[in-house]
């Protein structure tokens, strides 16, 4: 079970039986792969085109191995077959390169017809993948919220709303100021963090009658990205 299923490590020929287990455990590794990593972002969303090139391509790596044969040539397309988290269309986070590196690891397995440990090696990773990703594993405690505030450019903004952000805020921190509509406005960006969520309504109204009751946008902080609020 975890020595070669392969009759010659060295060399291109095979038999169809080998390439075709190779291919099979190859296929149904890269599913297993697809579904963990759709259960694992289920809060997060994924791509269903990620989703598709992530789980065929154990089976490209595994035909590409098992078609060089050789053990310098396997070094290249092993090289080869990095580069392919370069070309990705859509930029991807840590946790994205992560799995493209599993599946491939997975193809290269079953490409040198180390069957057993290839799906031992692809079981361990998909149930740490979820474990990881559904636990609160590094997960950062945080109740912050990024406060969007217009304001007219007559209202100083660096001291406007102490008094309100002292009431109903713990923590409070401008992180950005832009001009607005021909620059008779002003945009405050901040994040804070609420004593009391109940609260929230209570808060946004205070804010409104020092603001001339012009946009207010409170929200769940932007992952990543501190400088502005979508919507």
């Known amino acids: 079970m975890f020595e070669s299923i392969l009759s010659s490590a060295t060399s291109s ?8 287990i190779a291919e099979v455990v190859a296929i149904v590794l890269g599913l297993i792969i697809g579904v963990a990593y759709m259960v694992a972002c289920k809060n997060d969303g994924y791509s269903k085109n990620f989703i598709v090139g992530l789980s065929i391509l154990p089976t490209v790596v595994a035909a590409v191995i098992l ?17 392919l988290v370069r070309f990705r269309s859509a ?33 361990i990773a998909v149930i740490l993948l979820i474990i990881l990703s559904l636990s609160t594993f590094a997960k950062k405690p945080s109740n912050k919220k990024q406060l969007r ?45 609420l004593k009391d969520e109940s609260k929230e309504k209570k808060f946004i109204d205070e804010l409104r009658t020092r603001n001339g009751n012009l946009n207010i946008i409170l929200g769940m902080m932007p992952a990543g990205n501190e400088g502005s609020l979508n919507g």
């Open 91 to 123: 930029p991807g986070n840590a946790k994205d390169i992560s799995v493209v590196f599993l599946s491939m690891a997975t193809g290269l397995g079953c490409g040198l017809g180390y069957i057993g440990y290839a799906v031992i090696f692809a079981v």
């Open 149 to 193: 505030v217009t304001i007219p450019e007559n209202l100083n903004y660096t001291n406007a709303f102490n008094d309100v952000f002292e009431k109903f805020v713990n923590e409070c921190r401008l992180t950005r100021v832009k001009t607005t509509n021909m620059g008779t406005m002003f945009e405050l960006t901040y994040e804070v963090s």
């Open 13 to 20: 020929s095979f038999t169809v039986n080998e390439f075709l």
């Open 67 to 83: 078609f060089i044969g050789s053990d310098v040539a396997r070094a290249f397309s092993m090289a080869g077959a990095l580069t």
